[in-house]
């Protein structure tokens, strides 16, 4: 149970990742991304990389620059510009839904401006999905200097797109309907230089 636990990636720049199992019955239409991040990098760094043997950028939250976040499905992207952090926690929620191609970007319980991206289109079930590092092929293909280093948290995948509600819930760490992957109920394999440590202060 990593309640109240952080992964510490604690290299810059690391060949660090961590594995994430998640139980995907059939591929997805639609889906939400939530994690809580912490890092005082200014490089391009990757949060969340789903990848399929199709598709490397299958789903993807990458940060270029600090006043920046970018959205991947399918391997084609949105920008939501952000105000640049006071180095604190940042939690984000990205969801996005085939049947309109809208996508979401929430970010500490606030929602930006929605996007099209992708409509139509279907995420591949059989998938890797790592924190920490940006895929170029299917479970690998990393480049260092896209890698995260800091601390990551709270790490959630929804099949579905969440309400408002439930944004705003996940930011504050309230109760969360079932998801595909739970942050305190997450099955997970660390490989390389990151520890598990108690989170510092919430």
Known sequence: DLYRKV???RKDPSDAFVVLQAQLEQ???????????????????????YATKAQDNEIL?????PE???????????????PEGRRDWEHICTSWESSTGIAEFWLNGKPWPRKGLQRGYTVGATAAILLGQEQDSFGGGFDLYNSFSGE?????????GLSPD?????????????????WNSLSYEIKGDVVVKPRLRE
């Open 166 to 182: 439930k944004m705003r819930a996940a930011f504050l760490s309230l109760r969360l309907p079932p998801a595909l992957l739970a």
């Open 61 to 65: 939250l990458f940060k270029p620059k």
């Open 152 to 160: 990551l948290t709270d790490v959630y995948l929804w099949d579905t």
């Open 68 to 82: 920046e976040y970018r959205f991947y499905v399918g391997g084609k992207f949105v920008t939501f510009r952000v």
């Open 27 to 49: 591929p997805l239409r639609n889906f939400t991304v939530c994690l809580r991040s912490y890092t005082d990098l200014s490089r391009p760094h990757s949060l969340f990389s």
């Open 7 to 9: 992964f510490v990636f």
